[in-house]
């Protein structure tokens, strides 16, 4: 499978690329997409949006396919900071339910907007455990009937810990909470099936695992739709936005989320990735990704390096995150050897469905020989 994958990745001739957690390879069948976008601008005719839109609807349906979820419950948009931030407008920080429940090992970008949601009356509660792992028991004390919303990622970027969802979604809707799920780091390389989840929101993105560019994607439980009026919104989100007349309500479906003009290229170029993944099936990538990072997890138990994050392959996303001394440095090193990971407070090496058992050996064996380099 692998085999036949790879000539569909040009980045892969030149390169040993273990980095899919930061940005994934990008399939040469998006060529064609910028080929005829261009021809397109070059003779603009307004009549294109309808392609267009119709294009953009269908790659929201194909990722809900892709994550068990019914056609019209996914929206795109640029980034997850913009589609976090309407998630947050919908609600009344009102006490005494006006708790935020995340941890510490969440993206950046969460805390700060509901820190940001602070001045509207959020109360963000981060559950610190000290360490790589999640205290899923610490977790499920701090979610009670204070609690508003539980916003949590699937698997940490920083580790790649997974997180008990199960767990934390029963016990957060036992006391009336809502769940948010950055599943970033993991739709693409571990199953996630969000009927079977019970998940409120998912949050996802199509530049890393799912070889993507440029486009995030948001899922809204569609019992919870029409509860749901984001105060951040735009044009396109309202319930007549396509006649251009003035908007009455916001859309039936996910699109109530959406904001204004879409920029649909990002989704086009995603969309070939996304099927080719598809094709696969997520079984068979996730077999794959952890037949890949237990051989990382052995090599570096062989050579002494520490695995920052759980070994257990139940516990672990597609990433394995590595200590080692002046991590920048040896990042930049390897990727003089073309050997290309990313550094976040500690090395990350994340194979993908393209990437085989031998280009992990040949990137542990240049980092051991980096390692005793910088030993010497």
Known sequence: MTTRLRHHFPLLETCVYLNSNSTGAVPRG?????????????GWRDDVWDGWLNELRAYGDAVARFIGGSPGSVVTDANVSTLLGRIASCFDYRPSRNRVVT???????????????????ARLDVVDAGGPGFDEDALERRIDERTLLVCVPHASYATGAVIDLPRLVKRAHDVGALVVVDAFQTIGTVPFDVTALDVDFVLGGAHKWLCGVGTAFLYVRPELLPTLRPAATGWFAGDAALTFRPSSDWAGDARRF????????????????????AGVGIDAIREHSLNCTERVVHRAATA??????????AQRGGVVCLAVPDGEAIKRSLARRQMICSWRGALRVAPHIYNTIDEVDAFMDALELELRQVRS
């Open 258 to 277: 959406a904001g204004g003009t879409p920029f649909p290229l990002s989704a086009q170029i995603s969309r070939v990735g996304l099927d080719l993944l």
């Open 304 to 313: 002494g390096i520490p695995v920052l994050g759980p070994t257990a392959p």
């Open 103 to 121: 941890t510490h090992l969440e993206f950046p970008t969460v805390p700060f907007i509901w820190r940001a949601f602070g001045r509207y009356g």
């Open 30 to 42: 998006a060529e064609p997409v910028l080929q005829r976008y261009w021809e397109t601008l070059c």
